[in-house]
Structure formats: structure tokens, C-alpha cells
């Protein structure tokens, strides 16, 4: 099977989690969907796991016009203002985007999942689930059913949402946090290391601790 040609936006860290997982789908699984042929990253030139830079973000368009697929790997947790509006700028057509799912994470079949999330291994995404586009779901997490993910947000390694929570878009939910039910989290907002949220927390705001209190404001950072 011919592979599809995809380019990691991003680079060391979720960039590289990224490619691994399309090559333990491909490896392990039989998956040849797609075939990782390198990064875009304005940040390094080096090799990132032996495979090269082939530009800055700038340089996407021509990239687009050669017909490659993408799979979008920035989140800065703390700087989440910028990630919607960096993905738009981006203005990668949406057949062009890269849905990667993990062979080794389980979901519902009931699940929606958008055109260019990324579900890494050991995920649990259950019943009438929705991940947004470009949202980034890291390993050993749990979706609890009925909760909406917005598009960008990304979910931290450890972390369990409980079911009917709400997530607007570019929402951070870093290692090891715990969301109760019906908790709604604002547009550009993050719940830090370990935290545990009993109840609403607004937009562009970040909380810590357990349970979580405010800590500051992310427009600015
Ligand atoms: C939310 C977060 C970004 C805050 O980091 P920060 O802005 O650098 O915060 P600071 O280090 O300046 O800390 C400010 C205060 O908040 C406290 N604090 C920071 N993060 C905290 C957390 N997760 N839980 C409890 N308290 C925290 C600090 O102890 C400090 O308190 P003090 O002023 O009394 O000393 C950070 O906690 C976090 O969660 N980072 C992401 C980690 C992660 O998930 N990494 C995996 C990526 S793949």
C-alpha cells in the first residue's frame, strides 16, 4: 500500500510522540496509513529521530500544494492563546489534515473523533465522546462519556476527564489531572500538573493544585 506523506508540525516531545505512534501502528499493527517523512519546526535544523527539518512553519503553503498531510503537534501549556490562531494561520485544508489514532488506545464506537485529532496509546475514549480537531489526547488518559473536547486542546499524560465535562478550544489539561463531572473549562485555558477541578474554571486563566485555584492569567505570556 502506497503510504500517505505526512509532515509533524512540531518537533521534540508530542512531535516525536507523534511519530512514534504512526510507526508502532505501522510496525506492530499493519498500518500503513501513513508514512512520516519529517518535521516542520521553526526552532531546530537537526535531525529529530533521524528524520530532517524541512522548514519553518512560513514555508507551509508549498508544502499544501505538493499534496502532503499534516499532523499538528504545538502546545505550549501556559501560552494557549496562541495555538488556535497559530493552526489558522497555518490554513492547511481539512482533507489535509491527519486524524492519528493509536491502535493501542480504545474508543467507543460511538465516539466522534475530528479530522486531525491525535490519540495516543492507551487512551480511553468512551461512549458519545467528541475530540475536536488538531486536539492532541496523550497516553493513559480517560474521556469520561458524553464530554466534548473543543478543537487544539491537548490532555495531558495520566489525566481523567469525567463524563459531560466541556473543554472550549485551546485548552491545556497538563499530567495528572483529575476533572469532575459537568465542569466546564473556557476557551485558552489551563488546569496545571496535577490538579484537580471540582468546578468551572473561565477562560485564558490558568489553575493549580488540588482542588484547583487560580494562579494567573494567560493572556500576555
Ligand atoms: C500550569 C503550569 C504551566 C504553571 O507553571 P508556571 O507558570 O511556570 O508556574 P510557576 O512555576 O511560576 O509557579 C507559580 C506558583 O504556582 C505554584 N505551582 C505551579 N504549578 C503548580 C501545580 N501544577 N500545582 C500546584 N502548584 C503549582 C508554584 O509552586 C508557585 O507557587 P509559589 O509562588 O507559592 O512559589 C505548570 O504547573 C504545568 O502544569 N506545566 C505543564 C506540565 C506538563 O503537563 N508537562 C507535560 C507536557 S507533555
Redesign the pocket.
Known sequence: MNSKKLIIIGGI??GEQVLDCINDNRTNFNDYEYEVVGFLNDYTSDLICDLPILGKLKEISKFIEQGFYFAFAIHP??KNQGIKPLLDKLNIPINQLATIISKRAFLSSTAKIDQGAIILAFAYISLHVQIGSCSMI?ARTSVGHNTIVGTCCFV??GSILSSFVVLGHSV?I??SCTILEYCQIGNCS?L????LLLKDLPENS?Y??SPAKY??NTQGL
Open positions: 516531545g508530542k501549556i501556559g496523550m495531558g499524560t491545556s497538563a499530567i489551563v496545571g500538573a496535577g490538579g490558568i493549580v493544585g494562579l494567573k
